[in-house]
């Protein structure tokens, strides 16, 4: 089963008031587990950054200059991404980004049913707690140490990680077969007595109640 991971940064919140991709960082899944394929790209917005924004991510916009434009790098994304479902973390945001630039051209957007939103997921599954991705990275001991400032192939890294815990952890399902394995190996060493095997055969006391007992007995079946 493939997926892909996705993660974006941004110059804002919004793409309705002006707002830009400034990165793209996906990787591929393959039953949850990273193939080591990725795709990944920094993006000229075609506008300034706003300090807010690059204290987020730490893209200026003197490094994203001479990046390529989201037209440059649409089609191998969407080749990247194809039909495989997109795990997002906050989807709503990522897709209202992504979406927003692939319309501007002309192309198809991607539909909210392609996303799973592991946002929704946490929330759904610890109502109450903190879901952001470094929360979640609490949660399950991640090391995110590296991430000093928001980079959409980090995040996606991290948020595959936190996505195999939804699934069950490392490996899911591995754990049976383990301890299949380890079983199997087992030597079961025996401390129980030892009883010499006891005679079967009927007493003539025994015999004898029998006969008694198949007389009281009407109309048997061998005698029909």
């Not at 917005?45 to 434009?69: C, Q, S």
């Not at 599954?125 to 000093?148: E, V």
């Not at 009407?218 to 029909?224: G, L, Q, T």
Request: proline content about 7%; some cysteine; charged content about 25%.
């Amino acid at each position: 089963m493939r997926e892909v991971v996705l993660d974006t940064e941004t110059t804002g919140l919004s793409p309705k008031n002006g707002d830009r991709l400034v990165e793209i960082g996906c990787l591929e899944l393959k039953n949850h587990v990273p193939t080591g394929e990725v795709f990944h790209c920094y993006i000229n917005p075609e506008r300034d950054v706003p300090a807010e924004a690059e204290a987020v991510h730490g893209l200026t916009t003197e490094f994203l200059a001479d990046k390529p434009v989201f037209s440059e790098v649409a089609l191998p994304f969407i080749e990247f991404v194809g039909s495989s479902p997109l795990v997002i973390h906050n989807a709503s945001f990522d897709l209202g980004f992504i979406n927003s630039e692939l319309e501007a051209l002309g192309k198809c957007s991607i539909p909210n049913s392609q996303a799973i939103d592991t946002l929704s997921l946490a929330r759904s599954r610890y109502p109450g707690a903190p879901a952001s991705l470094d929360a979640l990275c609490r949660r399950f001991s991640i090391d995110n140490s590296c991430r000093t400032k928001h980079g959409a192939l980090l995040d996606a890294e991290l948020l595959a990680e936190v996505y195999l815990e939804f699934q069950g952890g490392k490996q899911p399902g591995l754990e049976l077969t383990e301890q299949m394995v380890v079983n199997t190996n087992l030597k079961i060493e025996s401390h129980s007595v030892t009883r010499p095997p006891r005679a079967h055969c009927p007493t003539d006391d025994e015999l004898i109640a029998h006969s008694a007992l198949i007389k009281k007995l009407e109309n048997p079946i061998w005698d029909r």
